[in-house]
């Protein structure tokens, strides 16, 4: 086990540049999720640390040695693909022995350590199945077993829950949890599922076009995301954003409709007001720093109610854990809770 | 209706299409001489005659044999060595590598003509005329750009990720390709190595022209020997026909599957 | 961060840092390409240069004292052959018309076989069968059902009423060619059917059942549905049939003893019918230039393609 620290890491496929000199300090036994759109560099990042890309410029640091011109057999670290990319020429104990095999540890061993894997992952009835006789989600386990068999020093997922149907996906997420805290090996788990990197990540780095648009406990980044990018990726329904200028009241939107703040700001300048739908509550129409919208569609689930309201061609989500009376058409009041607000300007926040 | 109508062209467009083999087939059993007379063309009497008499009026065991020789070497070398040019044109993105896509791509579309007349000047400088070794490496030159380009092929249609996570459970680059993609595209390689072998099975132009001693010749340049320029027995020569591409349509046949699909290697996916 | 170590270099002995190096660093793509690319380069490389000396010398067997000068005399030859040029026009004559056969008759057969489900292995089977009868064997027996007295195509036209002529077909100049493409495209049209049967085995069916719905024709589903969705599959067929009928010698060379000479033709008959090696190489690196303006069209199709396939 063992910190990664990736310092000013760049990488250019020919002259194209797609990651743009990050840092990112992973301590040891943690468990770190990049999170970010298809494209971002999250699957290039995670295969430069794997040493499957070569590094443009910057280092990569496995606990005490830079491992940029490492092969990736030396550097000790196991991953997990989206595809599992398991060997389908290899039964599962194979798949599963077959790192033990390349470094030449005894049968008798190797088989020993497998059937110790086979039971934590729960497959001792499929060893001897080949991976095309198998479930998307035993795939997937096999895959997992190959990554622990041999105690490495870090863990590289690349979404490998991607490929499963929405219910095993959830079950994975816990059992991948509950293996980590189990063995406790520095993880880093690449996914573009905001959900997944929420529930699973001890911290939270949020990639965008290759550069890190913000690392931290996926409260931090919940509570106080860094940029409306951020603050839009992450949480769902999405927070919602609406543009306008500062005044002594808040925030002044095009139409004149003004968004209350705790405290007034000093300058006049352009800015962007965010509150998530849970911080919304609906009050009487005309009520002061409320907005106005018709409510387009009511949609319970249960435990919450979302509604979609409409204002201004710009659409509104607000959820409630109570059950209001509102219909579809109807003219509601919203009001912001100001303890909640997150205040932008540019690419920085500014509450 | 239309489904006649279908069904009546689908007919008509086989028998057409096949009609020449058949053909092939009958002219091969008719007696000696009688294939002229022949008015309809539902045969009567049939006869393995032509067949016998290949094979002892004229060497065709023994050009079977060169021929066997010949395309098993042409192409169990070309496989050997040309297989890890396809494995670096498939998965190492180096510089230069359309370049070498593109010779290799040439290589194999140069008509033979271009080839057979600078090779029969080399060869006629370094003694190879009138040897066995020299068809061989001429076969080389038709067959190596073939299984570099069908390999590529086979590798490219495997996913990349195995070899990453082989080289991260402990191969070198070597490894993976050892034990990881060579067992998987083995079924490929066997295609290749087929595709080579008719390759140089069907070739006459350079046993013909490199080779003076008819028992050095394959069964290809035998093959053509029979077709003289005016007068010819139809009979053997349809019998020797057979006899030669008989071998490399079950070959196809059995392999057609992977066959087709190497073929279309670059193609249609 | 001074401290830190760089790994990847333990201390090694020279033998194993240059093993290390073949098999998982910078030197596999050394390891992989030299082999091969030597053979390469022993095998077509060296033909092609000494073409290229030879085209630039004067070798002609009968006439020995020739040799030995650099000259442009054959390329100055060339240029005013009036039958080089007519070979190659006879080339093109030859190419545009097999691959517009093949592909006629091979997307006539894909069409005809597309939804067929009973004996679907047979009908298959016979439509590909042609293409594994080797080249030669595909001339032989073309030969022989073409021979002008004996031959079944002719026996069979004098079976029609007022037919009494027995064509020539091979001899006769201004049909031979086309005789030629007819076999030539027996040949090979499977090559089309098989890319046609698996391009339109691609396109979902839903989509006809969409056109239909909304008052297709089959001659209209054909045209605005079938057509785009095999347009790139026929660029590449008719490439590859390109290159194919222009590298084409067997059965030209083999049914008329070289008498109708296309560029392969002619550069066969230059240097073994007139012994003049430099002109055939002439000859020969002309075919090769046109070859490799084939294949970098070829290419640019497919290669293209694959990056439009990776992206999407
Ligand atoms: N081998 C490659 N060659 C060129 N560009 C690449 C290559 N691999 C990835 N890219 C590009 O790098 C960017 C990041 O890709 P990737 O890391 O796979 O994104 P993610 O995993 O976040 O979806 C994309 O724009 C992609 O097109
Ligand atoms: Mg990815």
Redesign the interface.
């Known amino acids: 086990m063992a910190e990664i620290r990736i310092n000013r890491l760049r990488k250019a496929f020919n002259t194209f540049e797609v990651v743009h000199g990050i840092d990112i300090h992973i301590q040891d036994g943690e468990f770190c999720v990049f999170v970010g759109p298809s494209g971002c560099g999250k699957s290039t990042v995670l295969?430069m640390v794997?040493?499957?890309e070569s590094v443009t410029s910057g280092e990569i640091?496995l606990g005490?040695?830079?491992?940029?011109?490492?092969?990736?057999?030396?550097?000790d670290?196991?991953?997990v693909?989206?595809?599992y990319?398991l060997?389908?020429?290899l039964s599962v104990a194979d798949n599963i022995g077959?790192?033990l095999r390349?470094?030449g540890i005894d049968r008798t061993i190797i088989r020993k350590e497998v059937e110790r894997v086979a039971e934590i992952i729960g497959l001792r009835d499929l060893l001897e199945r080949h991976p095309r006789q198998l479930s998307g989600g035993q795939r997937q386990r096999v895959a997992m077993g190959?990554a622990i068999v041999?105690d490495p020093q870090a863990f590289l997922f690349d979404e490998p829950l991607s490929n499963l149907d929405a219910q095993l996906r959830v079950e994975m997420r816990t059992q991948i949890r509950e293996l980590h805290q189990r063995i406790r090996t520095t993880t880093i788990y690449v996914t573009h599922d905001q959900v997944e990197a929420m529930t699973m990540a001890d911290r939270i780095v949020v990639l965008k076009d290759g550069r890190v648009e913000q690392s931290g406990s996926p409260l931090e980044i919940y509570d106080r995301p860094a940029n409306p990018f951020v603050a839009r990726f992450i949480g769902s329904p999405s927070m919602n954003l609406f543009t306008g200028r500062l005044g002594e009241q808040g925030l002044v939107l095009k139409d004149g409709a003004v968004l209350p703040l705790v405290r007034p700001f000093g300058s006049h300048d352009e800015a962007v007001y965010g509150v998530r739908p849970e911080h919304l509550d609906i009050v009487e129409v005309g009520t002061p720093g409320s907005l106005e919208a018709v409510v387009a569609v009511v949609e319970p689930t249960g435990a919450e109610t979302m509604i979609f309201a409409r204002r201004d061609g710009q659409e509104i989500t607000a959820t409630f854990r109570t059950r209001p009376t509102v219909k579809a058409g109807e003219r509601i009041a919203l009001k912001p809770d100001t303890s909640a607000v997150h205040l932008f300007s540019g690419d920085a926040r500014l509450n | 209706m239309a489904r006649i109508l279908h069904m009546a062209a689908l007919v008509a467009l086989a028998i057409v299409v096949a009609f020449p083999v058949y053909w092939m087939i009958v002219m091969a059993m008719t007696p000696l001489g009688f294939s002229r007379q022949i008015t309809t063309i539902i045969p009567t009497n049939l006869t393995f005659d032509n067949f016998a008499s290949l094979v002892v009026e004229r060497p065709m065991l023994r050009w079977l044999w060169n021929s066997t020789l010949v395309a098993t070497l042409a192409s169990g070398i070309s496989l050997v060595i040309g297989l890890s040019c396809g494995y670096a044109l498939s998965r190492l993105n180096f510089r230069g590598s359309y370049i070498v896509l593109v010779l290799v791509l040439a290589s194999q579309m140069i008509p033979s003509t271009s080839i057979l007349v600078p090779l029969y000047a080399l060869f006629k400088d370094l003694g190879l005329l009138n040897t066995i070794q020299g068809v061989v490496i001429g076969h080389i030159s038709l067959v190596l750009p073939l299984a570099i380009w069908m390999s590529k092929g086979f590798f490219d249609s495997l996913p990349e990720e195995l070899e990453g996570a082989a080289r991260l459970d402990g191969c070198s680059r070597l490894g993976a390709l050892w034990f990881v993609a060579m067992p998987l595209v083995t079924p490929g390689l066997a295609a290749i190595f087929v595709y080579g072998f008719v390759t140089s099975w069907n070739d006459f132009l350079f046993p013909r022209h490199f080779v003076q001693s008819e028992n050095l010749w394959t069964a290809a340049a035998g093959l053509t020997s029979f077709r003289g320029e005016y007068f010819t027995l139809f009979e053997p020569q349809m019998a020797a026909s057979i006899i030669f591409a008989l071998p490399v349509v079950v070959l196809f046949f059995f392999l057609q599957r992977r066959m087709v699909s190497g073929s279309l290697t670059g193609g249609v996916k | 961060m001074a401290d830190l170590k760089i790994a990847g270099a333990p201390k090694r002995s020279l033998l194993a840092s240059v093993r290390e190096n073949l098999t998982d660093g910078p030197g596999f793509l050394w390891l992989m390409m030299t082999p091969p690319l030597l053979l390469l380069a022993l095998v077509v490389g060296l033909p092609v240069a000494k073409a290229v000396m030879l085209s630039f010398d004067r070798v002609v067997l009968t006439r020995p004292k020739l040799a030995g000068d650099f000259t442009f005399h054959n390329y100055i030859r060339l240029f005013t052959d009036i039958d080089a040029w007519l070979a190659v026009l006879r080339s093109c004559l030859y190419m545009s018309g097999t691959v517009f056969g093949s592909i006629v008759l091979g997307l006539a057969a894909a069409l005809l076989t597309r939804r067929i489900v009973r004996f679907r292995g047979l009908w298959r089977s016979i439509f590909i069968l042609p293409w594994t009868m080797p080249a030669i064997v595909a001339a032989m027996v073309w030969g022989v059902m073409y021979d002008s007295n004996f031959g079944i195509l002719n026996q069979l036209l004098r079976m029609l009423p007022f037919v009494d002529a027995n064509v020539e077909w091979l001899l006769n100049k201004s049909i031979v060619l086309p005789a030629l493409i007819v076999v030539q495209v027996w040949n090979e049209f499977p090559v089309a059917y098989i890319f046609f049967l698996a391009a339109l085995h691609a396109i979902p069916e839903e989509l006809y059942e969409a056109a239909s719905v909304d008052g297709a024709s089959p001659f209209q589903q054909f045209l605005f549905v079938t057509l785009p969705q095999i347009k790139y599959v026929l660029a590449v067929i008719v490439v590859l049939l390109l290159i194919f009928g222009f590298r084409a010698f067997p059965v030209i060379y083999l049914l008329t003893g070289g008498r109708t000479e296309t560029l392969t033709v002619a550069t066969f008959n230059a240097a073994f019918r007139a012994y003049d090696f430099s002109y055939a190489a002439t000859l020969g690196v002309l075919a090769m230039f046109v070859s490799l303006a084939l294949v970098l069209i070829y290419l640019h199709l497919t290669l293209r393609r694959g990056k439009a396939d990776a992206a999407s």
């Open positions: 295969r794997a040493g499957l640091v005490d040695r830079v491992i940029n011109d490492l092969p990736p057999k030396d550097r670290i196991a991953m693909f989206q595809n990319a060997y389908p020429h077959f790192p390349m470094r190959r041999r």
